[in-house]
């Protein structure tokens, strides 16, 4: 069977200056990826790619089998793969609900789904109606996991969720992502810096180092940590 996401020697980048190099990355269905690396070294470049917001200048991205080239990133959305970016990607001037409700195509779907998000983040629920942008930043993130997990895709592209979060926030975050898999089989491609927290939460991991993956293995390998962090300082 094909993977789910099968990014296949893939060089992207913007203008003339390349920042992928050949990578190839795949992610099953159901199954976690994370992706590690440094600062700078095209972690998002990688996802806006799988995402059809930046084009490959050689090699191919396939969802489900399907070539990617020349589709327009809110019909790639729309084949049931959600986008977590990194930045800008609340509405400050929306509230908290309406934040999500962005999350599902019509009311009916919100009004269902809404109560699975108040085990994971109750503080959301208890705030629907504050804007986002008054939230700290640890709430804001919250909101942005839990849209993407009222949309309920197949995949989840989500770029270092973890960051800035103090730890118990963290660890709630791996069990919220652990269970959605759990319950729904939702494949995820983690962009992270926390090394933990990554091995905690995927199956597999990959290092990017300036545009190319370095390293590559399953989290529970021995030594898998070492393995990346050798990576991971400057
Ligand atoms: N829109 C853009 N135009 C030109 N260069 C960009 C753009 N976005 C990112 N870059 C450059 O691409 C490289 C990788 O960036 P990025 O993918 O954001 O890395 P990471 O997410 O790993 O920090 C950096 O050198 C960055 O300056
Ligand atoms: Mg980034």
Excluded: W
């Excluded at 084949?79 to 009916?108: I, K, M, P, W």
């Excluded at 927290?197 to 199956?203: E, G, R, T």
């Amino acid at each position: 069977m094909p993977d789910l996401l099968d990014l296949a020697d893939v060089t992207a980048g913007y203008g003339a200056t390349m920042v992928l190099r050949h990578v190839s990355l795949g992610v099953g269905a159901g199954e976690i990826v994370a992706l590690l690396g440094r600062n700078g070294v095209g972690k998002t470049t990688l996802l806006r790619t799988a995402a059809g917001f930046v084009q490959p200048r050689s090699g191919g991205v396939r969802l489900d089998g399907q070539a990617l080239a020349g589709i327009a990133p809110y019909r790639i959305a729309r084949r049931a793969l959600c986008y977590v970016a990194q930045e800008q990607a609340l509405f400050a001037d929306l509230t908290v609900g309406e934040n999500l409700r962005l999350g599902v195509s019509h009311d009916r779907l919100f009004r269902e789904r809404l109560p699975s998000i108040e085990p994971h983040f109750p503080v959301l629920l208890r705030r629907l109606g504050q804007k986002a942008g008054t939230l700290s930043g640890g709430e804001q993130k919250m909101l942005l996991i839990s849209r993407a997990i009222l949309a309920r895709p197949r995949l989840m592209l989500v770029d270092e969720i973890s960051e800035g979060l103090q730890p118990s926030v963290v660890d709630r975050l791996a069990g919220v992502l652990a269970a959605e898999r759990r319950m729904h089989g939702t494949a995820m491609l983690l962009v992270e810096q926390n090394v933990a927290f990554a091995l905690s939460v995927a199956d597999r991991f990959a290092v990017l180092t300036s545009g190319e993956v370095v390293e590559r293995g399953g989290t529970g390998d021995a030594g898998a940590a070492a393995r990346i962090e050798r990576h991971m300082t400057v």
